[in-house]
């Protein structure tokens, strides 16, 4: 069973940086594709970025690219955020994928945080 922890979240200011981290346990974590996604209220979950466990490769939502950056180590992940925006404003959800494939669609990933709450003021 493999169990994630999302920290980090919090308030800011439009323009400001915040540091999502992901505590992993459980489960092979080096060979999992790794992701976050974000929902806004009465929006869906949707896709922001992923790092593959195998070769690394990292992949951005067009919204993000540019201004977020997503890591791993040996047994976190992290989704460096910069220049947010108010409509960044979501609970963001840190979700791995045993098959370690590089997918976009959040069905595809088996394991799921609790998620954090970030808030982006104008």
């Known amino acids: 069973q493999v169990h994630l922890v999302e920290s980090g979240g919090g308030l800011v200011q439009a323009g400001g940086s915040l540091r999502l981290s992901c505590a992993t346990s459980?489960?092979?974590?080096?060979?999992?594709?790794m992701g976050w996604f974000r929902q806004a209220p009465g929006k869906e979950r949707e896709f922001v970025a992923h790092?593959?466990?195998?070769?690394?490769n990292t992949y951005y939502a067009d919204s993000v690219k540019g201004r977020f950056t997503i890591s791993r180590d040996n047994a976190n992940v992290y989704l460096q955020m910069n220049s947010l925006k108010p409509e960044d404003t979501a609970v963001y959800y840190c979700?791995?994928?045993?098959?370690?494939?590089?997918?976009?669609?959040?069905?595809?990933?088996?394991?799921w945080g609790q998620g954090t709450q970030v808030t982006v003021s104008s």
């Open positions: 790092v593959r466990g195998s070769v690394g």
């Open positions: 979700a791995a994928d045993v098959s370690g494939l590089a997918t976009t669609l959040a069905r595809r990933y088996e394991y």
């Open positions: 459980g489960g092979t974590f080096g060979r999992y594709t």
